[in-house]
């Protein structure tokens, strides 16, 4: 699944968003293709993890209750 992310996101210039709003469609259709889109934070493409970035900008601003249950609170 990350794999496909990567191929949406890969290329291009480095500030355009490319098919990153694609990708926020993607995942808010599917919740279960989150996780997905976590693992390719690892991606070794640097423009590839900052577009995952602003890819969960713009699912958060949508379902910010998805990306609670993954942030780890210090304590």
Same mark, same amino acid.
């Given at each position: 699944?990350?794999?496909?992310? *990567? !191929?949406?996101?890969?290329?291009? %210039?480095?500030?355009?968003? #490319?098919?990153?709003?694609? *990708?926020?469609? *993607?995942?808010?259709?599917? %919740?279960?293709?989150? !996780?997905?889109?976590?693992?390719?934070?690892?991606?070794?493409? !640097?423009? #590839?993890?900052?577009? *995952?970035?602003?890819?969960?900008?713009?699912?958060?601003?949508?379902?910010?209750?998805?990306?609670?249950? %993954? #942030?780890?609170?210090?304590?």
């Amino acid at each position: 699944m990350p794999e496909q992310f *990567v !191929e949406m996101l890969k290329g291009g %210039h480095p500030n355009s968003l #490319v098919r990153t709003e694609e *990708v926020v469609r *993607v995942v808010l259709a599917d %919740h279960a293709r989150l !996780e997905g889109l976590f693992a390719t934070m690892a991606d070794p493409d !640097e423009v #590839v993890r900052l577009r *995952v970035g602003d890819a969960f900008e713009g699912i958060c601003c949508e379902k910010p209750g998805w990306l609670v249950e %993954h #942030v780890k609170v210090p304590g």
